[in-house]
């Protein structure tokens, strides 16, 4: 079964500052996707960045940006000059060959004004 | 820009009652699902959805939930006899089912409802 691990439970940056949050999984399978959902305090799951695992290149999309290091099983996202809109759970998720996403535990990133 | 749609926002129900969540998924999109967060925890996924049947569950959806798209855009969740840890708030999901499997798309979701059982 696939697992997706985020040991940090929480982080603090300050505005226009750069942060890095931390993922890593595990999957048997050689074709996957890997995801980072932003929740703000509404609770909805918002779409923030997606990495397919058969590209090397990392994806990036405005000020955020993924160090995808795929033997190491590590996918992480760098926010880029933070905004205070920035604040939410931040949750990293996988899916393979089936259709569900494997979430993991999520981060709450805190902006400082 | 399409998005999914869910109603209610907030239900609250009593221990034992049926409660019907509803989503309206992006309009072409052919996978539906659905998950929920129960506070503080992850998101955890409890079924898709596809060709009007269940394509995947997990052990979380027992016989005491039940899925429909009753009609050309509605996609509903059931909950037949709500028990107190069902109280969390419940994603509906959809992807375009284009590419080669639903695994390899992106699920975009809707606001949630999030749902208190007393």
């Known amino acids: 079964a696939q697992t997706v691990t985020q040991s940090q439970p929480e982080m603090s940056v300050q505005e226009a500052e750069t942060v890095t949050l931390s993922c890593t999984y595990d999957?048997?399978?050689?074709?996957?996707?890997l995801f980072w959902y932003k929740q703000p305090p509404s609770r909805q799951m918002i779409l923030v960045i997606r990495?397919?695992?058969?590209?090397?290149q990392n994806a990036t999309e405005n000020r955020f940006s993924v160090n995808f290091q795929k033997a190491a099983k590590s996918f992480s996202l760098k926010i880029s000059d933070s905004q205070l809109g920035d604040t939410a759970m931040y949750f990293c998720?996988?899916?393979?060959?089936?259709?569900?996403?494997?979430f993991g535990k999520g981060i709450t990133l805190s902006v400082r004004p | 820009e399409p998005e999914v749609t869910q109603t209610p926002s907030h239900q609250v129900t009593q221990m034992g009652q049926e409660v019907i969540l509803r989503c309206v998924p992006i309009?072409?999109?052919?996978?539906f699902y659905w998950y929920r967060q129960i506070l503080g925890q992850k998101v955890e996924f409890l079924v898709s959805?596809?060709?009007?049947?269940?394509?995947?569950k997990s052990e979380i959806f027992d016989d005491q939930f039940s899925v429909e798209r009753p009609d050309g855009s509605n996609f509903t969740l059931k909950i037949r006899s709500t028990k107190l840890e069902d109280s969390a708030m419940y994603f509906c999901?959809?992807?375009?089912?284009?590419?080669?499997?639903?695994?390899?798309?992106?699920?975009?979701f809707g606001p949630g409802t999030r749902l208190l059982v007393l």
């Open positions: 959805f596809y060709n009007n049947e269940i394509s995947e």
């Open positions: 309009s072409n999109h052919l996978y």
């Open positions: 999957t048997s399978e050689n074709n996957y996707y």
């Open positions: 998720a996988y899916t393979g060959a089936n259709s569900k996403l494997t």
């Open positions: 999901a959809s992807s375009p089912g284009l590419a080669g499997g639903p695994g390899q798309e992106t699920q975009y």
């Open positions: 990495q397919e695992a058969y590209k090397q």
